[in-house]
């Protein structure tokens, strides 16, 4: 049986994270605000999508190699799409990515997590 693959960088399989969180994001225009009486007003311009990534106890080669792949200034990824319902390729780049050490020994080196949102360009 093949085994599914819950996310493609560039058209390469990742590992399935720990916590994939979707969210999406609504772009208004400058002038979007609240008037003198309260009352909001929204002029949305278009929305966005955001993804919360995160792997638990990686190894320091799997760390290395989802950093890189997730390390050009834009990339294609496919994912599943909360909103549609389907698997969707959408450009996204990458916000600031963290990876915390757990476990530093001489056989034994783990990541702690490695963390980072991707969002829509």
């Not at 605000?33 to 929305?47: A, E, I, L």
């Not at 990458?94 to 991707?118: C, H, S, Y």
Request: with cysteine.
């Amino acid at each position: 049986m093949a085994k599914e693959v819950m996310i493609k960088v560039d058209g390469v399989a990742m590992p399935c994270p720990s916590q994939f969180e979707w969210s999406l994001q609504r772009v208004s225009a400058g002038e979007s605000g609240r008037d003198d009486t309260g009352k909001m007003h929204v002029n949305q311009v278009t929305q966005k999508r955001k993804v919360k990534l995160v792997w638990l106890g990686k190894d320091l080669q799997t760390t290395s190699r989802i950093l890189k792949a997730f390390n050009p200034q834009y990339i294609k990824v496919t994912y599943p799409d909360m909103l549609s319902g389907k698997y969707e390729t959408r450009t996204f780049y990458t916000g600031d990515r963290t990876a915390p050490v757990k476990l530093w020994w001489t056989n034994n080196k783990l990541m702690e997590q490695i963390a980072f949102d991707i969002i829509e360009r």
